[in-house]
Structure formats: structure tokens, C-alpha cells
């Protein structure tokens, strides 16, 4: 296992506002990707970073933005909150093994918009 | 673009009895495959990852397989037990490196 850690676990927020969410692993794996999944629903992609560059990201606006920092660890920042941000963030980390590439995440943090 | 399609949706079935949840993707230009395991309200826990070279993992009671050519994977549980009770994702992972997921099977072990 590779550890990998959200804060925090749940946070409740008012339309408009901004939010931070965190993730870091005890591995300080060099690639990291971040994962929006509402109810009943798979999760879906945001972005990723490796070495502190994002360099992939789904189908989200730019209020959506993150960093990854010189240890590995990341933040999701979601400015200007609507309704449908309320949902569970999933950090993942990919943990390179030879040819192998597997994704573990963390325990999610479910972000509530009212 | 990639769709992920799991079927069931849900499914409950009997403490002991073997079972298979389906998943199917409409891309076979993929890496691997992975299958996941979500509590209630929880994280993803790894289970299964099969590369796009092979045909099948073994874990335990858990066996996945894989037939890239006409998109489609398997995840055959044996001797369920009430603990296996969660929701099951697969997803597979493209040259973008991230991963599509399908919507899950909700699945019901009764003791």
C-alpha cells in the first residue's frame, strides 16, 4: 500500500466560495491525479500533475485549478462554487512498478455546496 | 472517446454463491485495466490490475480477465461472503495516463 491521504475528510461550503483539498502519500510518488465522482456515479477525471506539471485534465473549467508541490503532495483548488461541485474528490498516485502502472487513492474528500 | 459500461448495475445474491460482474469499453487501445473495490462514502481500494498484454489476475477468491480485441473484462468472485457487500468499479487506463471509469456494480452479499 502506498498511503495516500486526503484532508479533509468531509467540508460543507456556500455557493460562491472557494475550496482547497489536499493529498499527499508517504511515498511521495512523482505523479499524481485528482478525481471528481458524484453520487451514483464512476469517478471522473480532473487533472494530473507530474513533477509539478499538470500535464493532463478532463472535461472541467478552468475554477478548477491545482498544484503539486516539491514533496509530491498536491491541492485541488475549486474556485466559485456551484450546486453540482458537491460531490467525493479522489486523489490518486501512480505507482510505477517495471511495465506496471497502478493507481491507488485516498479515502476522498466529500466536499457539500448548500 | 473511451466509455466504460458495468453490468449489473446492482445484484444481490446469497452468502457462498460464485458470481461475475461484467465490464465492457468501447476503446481497446488501453494500458491496463483495473478493478476496484468502494465502501460506502469510501475511498477505492485496489484489486486487480491487468496489463493489456495479459488475460487474466488472480487474488485470492477473486479472478479478472480480459479480452482487450472485443473490449470486454470479467471480475469472477467465488464463495462470496457478507463482506464482500460494496459497490465494484473497473477502469482502464489509456496513453493519456489517466483513468475512465464505469458506474459500478452495487453488489448485496445476504448471510
Known amino acids: 500500500e502506498t498511503g495516500v491521504t486526503q484532508s479533509p475528510t468531509h467540508l460543507i461550503k456556500t455557493r460562491g466560495q472557494q475550496v482547497t483539498l489536499r493529498c499527499s502519500s508517504q511515498s511521495g510518488h512523482n505523479t499524481v491525479s485528482w478525481y471528481q465522482q458524484a453520487l451514483g456515479q464512476g469517478p471522473q477525471f480532473i487533472f494530473q500533475?507530474?513533477?509539478?506539471?499538470?500535464?493532463g485534465r478532463g472535461n472541467f473549467p478552468p475554477r478548477f485549478s491545482g498544484l503539486q508541490f516539491p514533496n509530491y503532495s498536491s491541492e485541488l483548488n475549486v474556485n466559485a462554487l456551484e450546486l453540482d461541485d458537491s460531490a467525493l474528490y479522489l486523489c490518486?498516485?501512480?505507482?510505477?512498478?517495471?511495465?506496471?502502472?497502478?493507481?491507488?487513492f485516498g479515502q476522498g474528500t466529500r466536499l457539500t455546496v448548500v | 472517446k473511451q466509455e466504460v459500461t458495468q453490468i449489473p448495475a446492482a445484484l444481490s445474491v446469497p452468502e457462498g454463491e460464485n458470481l461475475v460482474l461484467n465490464c465492457s469499453f468501447t476503446?481497446?487501445?488501453?494500458?491496463?485495466l483495473q478493478w476496484f473495490r468502494q465502501d460506502p462514502g469510501k475511498g477505492l481500494t485496489s484489486l486487480l490490475l491487468i496489463q493489456s498484454s495479459q488475460r487474466e489476475q488472480t487474488s485470492g477468491r477473486l479472478n479478472a480477465s480480459l479480452d482487450k480485441s472485443s473490449g470486454r473484462s470479467t471480475l469472477y468472485i467465488a464463495a462470496s461472503q457478507p463482506g464482500d457487500s460494496a459497490t465494484y468499479l473497473c477502469a482502464v487506463k489509456t496513453g493519456a495516463n489517466n483513468l475512465f471509469f464505469g458506474t459500478g456494480t452495487r453488489l448485496t452479499v445476504i448471510p
Open positions: 476503446d481497446s487501445a488501453i494500458y491496463n
Open positions: 490518486a498516485i501512480l505507482s510505477r512498478q517495471g511495465v506496471n502502472t497502478e493507481a491507488f
Open positions: 500533475y507530474y513533477r509539478e506539471e499538470e500535464n
